[in-house]
């Protein structure tokens, strides 16, 4: 099946999503923590990374909270809504 010709590309969609999330990984990773000796090196950085930014990095649009943690607050706030 083919896409609507109005409809944008899944690439460029997905572009313009991507290009604002990998705005702090390549400012605090790829540019402040180089050289990199090979792409192995690169993938277990990144992996800490992703980590680090999900799970440990205050948002202060979170309410300072890390965004997992976030996500978890909100997700049992709904059930709660919903159970009510």
């Given at each position: ?10 690439t460029?969609t997905t572009t ?40 440990e ?15 978890t ?8 809504l919903?159970?009510?």
């Amino acid at each position: 099946m083919r896409p609507h010709p109005s409809a944008p590309s899944r690439t460029a969609t997905t572009t313009r999503w991507l290009k604002p999330s990998t705005a702090p990984f390549k400012a605090e990773l790829i540019e402040h923590q180089g050289p990199w000796r090979d792409a192995d090196q690169v993938e277990r950085a990144l992996v800490q990374w992703v980590g680090w930014y999900n799970t440990e990095r205050l948002h202060s649009a979170l309410d300072y909270l890390p965004p997992e943690e976030f996500e978890t607050r909100h997700h049992r706030s709904q059930a709660a809504l919903n159970a009510a």
